[in-house]
């Protein structure tokens, strides 16, 4: 059985899927009342399954006429798919971001699940023992020269 996040991540991402152009435009009070929970779990979705680095873009507005548009960034396009992610690497980057690119290329279909694994692995803080912020640095080399890879193959 699913649990509510899974749920709603998955209703989502089948409304992106028909969607035409690749964006879904949402009511927060809504997709809540249809699935009888409170806005915040969708916010906690949205914030943690939907997120650049899986291959997202999320603007939202608040208010009576508020709305969450979501847009599924084209990894048709794997070259700028992948630039977008190195783009987000950047020089330094957290174990939990370098996560969420490694799970977003694994979704895309870029990677293989043991590729994968390795990969988390050799992202983690207890692989990588020395401190931050040069932690963080390393971690960004490796996983910009992974994606360089990716692209290239």
Same mark, same amino acid.
Do not use: W
């Given at each position: 059985?699913?649990?509510?996040?899974?749920?709603?991540?998955?209703?989502?991402?089948?409304?992106?899927?028909?969607?035409?152009?690749?964006?879904? *435009?949402?009511?927060?009070?809504?997709?809540?009342?249809?699935?009888?929970?409170?806005?915040?779990?969708?916010?906690?979705?949205?914030?943690?399954?939907?997120?650049?680095?899986?291959?997202?873009?999320?603007?939202?507005?608040?208010?009576?006429?508020?709305?969450?548009?979501?847009?599924?960034?084209?990894?048709?396009?794997?070259?700028?798919?992948?630039?977008?992610?190195?783009?987000?690497?950047?020089?330094?980057?957290?174990?939990?971001?370098? *996560?969420?690119?490694?799970?977003?290329?694994?979704?895309?279909?870029?990677?293989? *699940?043991?590729?994968?694994?390795?990969?988390?692995?050799?992202?983690?803080?207890?692989?990588?023992?020395?401190?931050?912020?040069?932690?963080?640095?390393?971690?960004?080399?490796?996983?910009?020269?992974?994606?360089?890879?990716?692209?290239?193959?």
């Amino acid at each position: 059985m699913h649990n509510m996040s899974d749920i709603i991540e998955q209703y989502l991402k089948q409304l992106l899927a028909e969607a035409q152009d690749d964006v879904v *435009e949402i009511k927060r009070a809504h997709i809540a009342e249809k699935f009888d929970c409170v806005p915040s779990q969708l916010n906690y979705v949205i914030k943690t399954r939907f997120t650049n680095e899986h291959g997202y873009q999320i603007e939202s507005k608040r208010g009576g006429g508020g709305y969450i548009r979501i847009t599924k960034i084209e990894s048709n396009d794997k070259a700028a798919f992948i630039k977008h992610l190195i783009e987000l690497t950047g020089q330094q980057i957290t174990q939990q971001n370098a *996560e969420h690119i490694i799970e977003g290329l694994f979704q895309n279909e870029l990677i293989s *699940e043991r590729e994968r694994k390795i990969l988390l692995s050799t992202m983690h803080r207890d692989v990588l023992m020395v401190d931050v912020p040069y932690r963080d640095y390393i971690r960004a080399n490796i996983l910009r020269n992974v994606l360089k890879i990716v692209h290239y193959s």
